[in-house]
C-alpha cells in the first residue's frame, strides 16, 4: 500500500455513491447517471480499488439477521500490547469489525457467529484465553433496526439518485433455509470483490456462470445476501465515527430505533443486551459535529437516554477489510460466520 494520501474527489464520491445505491450496476448504466462514457467510468473505479480507497463486498441481508448471532463486546488488553491483539484478532472470520476505542488499551469488536453457542463459547472460552487480553465485555444483539451497508453519503443529486434506485423483490418464502457450502464460498468470493464478474466466480468455485446469477439472485432475493461499496472515510470526509450507548423505554424501543435510522449520520443501530439497551453508531464529518448530533437525539427523543459514548480512534478492520490508518483497505480476510468458532486462528 503506498503512502502517499489524498482526499477524494467530488469525481471519486459521486462514484461512490452511485455504486452505494446500485454496487453490481455495469459501467454503461453507471456512466449514463454520472454523465460520462463507461470506460472513464471503469477506469476510475480500477484506480480507487487498486488504491485501497474503495471497494464493493458482500453485506448482510435482512433475513441472515434471523439466522445468526451478532454481538458488541469490549476488550481489555495488557498495557502496550494491544497491536499484538489486533494482528490476531484480525486474522479472526468472525471478527467482523475492530475498532481502537475509548483508550490506548481497549478494543471494540462487531462479532458475528452462526448460533448463541459459538458466541457464548468465542466470548468465555476463546477470546479470554487469548495472550494479553485482560478482559472481555459481551453485549448480544437482540434486533438490528440497520447495519452499515444501508448508509448513504450524499454526493449525487436527487434525480441522480432516482435513476439508480431500484425496488427491492424479496420474498419471505424459504427464509429460514440454511445456506450451502457453495453459497457460503460465493460469498466468500464476493466479499473480496463484489463486483467479481459471474464468468470469474464460476472458474473459481468450479461451476457455470448460469448457477452463479441464479445463487446471487435468489440469495438477494431472500433477503439472505445484499452488496455495499464502502471508502477510505478520513480521505472521503468522514473521519470521525462515534459509539452511543443509551437506554430507552422498553415500550419505545422500537419506534424511537426505527426513527433513529432515519438520521443521515446513523450507521448502525441496534438493541441490545445489557444495561444499556440500544446503541447508535454515526459516521461524522468532525468531533464538533459529536456534541449537535447527540444534542439532536436527546432533543428529538426526550425519553432516550445516552449513558456514555466512544469516539473511535482507528478502525483496524471493516466488515473483513483490514485498513491501514487512513481507512484504506490493504487485505482481505473473508467473514465466516459460519465457521466454528473453536476453529479461529
Known amino acids: ?109 462487531t462479532v458475528g457467529t452462526r448460533d448463541f453457542d459459538q458466541i457464548s463459547r468465542y466470548t468465555l472460552d476463546i477470546l479470554p484465553a487469548l495472550p494479553h487480553i485482560a478482559a472481555v465485555r ?27 434506485r431500484t425496488t427491492p423483490t424479496r420474498t419471505t418464502q424459504d427464509r429460514g ?19 467479481a464478474a459471474h464468468t470469474a466466480l464460476a472458474a473459481t468455485l468450479d461451476t457455470s456462470p448460469s448457477t452463479i446469477k441464479r445463487r446471487i439472485d435468489d440469495l438477494t432475493r431472500l433477503g439472505l445476501l445484499s452488496f455495499r461499496c464502502d471508502f477510505a472515510r478520513p480521505m472521503g470526509g468522514w473521519p470521525v465515527a462515534v459509539t452511543f450507548w443509551a437506554t430507552a423505554p422498553t415500550a419505545a424501543l422500537p419506534e424511537i430505533g426505527h426513527a433513529l435510522i432515519g438520521l443521515p449520520q446513523t450507521r448502525n443501530c441496534a438493541a441490545v443486551s ?17 456534541t449537535r448530533f447527540e ?16 469516539i473511535t480512534l482507528r478502525h483496524e478492520k471493516l466488515l473483513g477489510r483490514i485498513l491501514d490508518r487512513h481507512g484504506r483497505s490493504r487485505a482481505v480476510v473473508p467473514p465466516d460466520v459460519w465457521r466454528d468458532t473453536a476453529t479461529a486462528p
Open 295 to 310: 444534542n439532536q437525539l436527546a432533543t428529538t427523543h426526550p425519553g432516550l437516554t445516552i449513558t456514555d459514548r466512544t
Open 1 to 109: 500500500m503506498q503512502d502517499d494520501v489524498r482526499l477524494l474527489s467530488e469525481d471519486d464520491l459521486a462514484l461512490i455513491h452511485a455504486l452505494q445505491l446500485r454496487p453490481r450496476a455495469s459501467w454503461t448504466e453507471l456512466g449514463e447517471v454520472l454523465g460520462v462514457d463507461a470506460v472513464t467510468v471503469a477506469r476510475r473505479w480500477q484506480r480507487l480499488r487498486e488504491r485501497g480507497e474503495a471497494w464493493v463486498c458482500v453485506s448482510p441481508g435482512p433475513a441472515v439477521f434471523d439466522q445468526l448471532c451478532a454481538a458488541y463486546i469490549d476488550i481489555d488488553c495488557a498495557a502496550g500490547e494491544t497491536d499484538t491483539v489486533v494482528a490476531a484478532l484480525v486474522a479472526h472470520p468472525h471478527m467482523l469489525t475492530l475498532e481502537r476505542a475509548g483508550g490506548s488499551n481497549r478494543i471494540l469488536a
Open 138 to 164: 459481551a453485549r448480544i444483539v437482540t434486533h438490528w433496526f440497520t447495519e452499515g451497508g444501508s448508509w448513504r453519503i450524499d454526493a449525487l443529486a436527487p434525480e441522480q439518485q432516482q435513476r439508480l
Open 177 to 195: 433455509l440454511p445456506l450451502t457450502s457453495l453459497d457460503q464460498a460465493l460469498i466468500a468470493e464476493l466479499s473480496r470483490d463484489g463486483r
Open 274 to 290: 445489557g444495561p444499556h439497551n440500544l446503541v447508535v453508531q454515526a459516521g461524522l464529518h468532525s468531533v464538533a459535529e459529536v
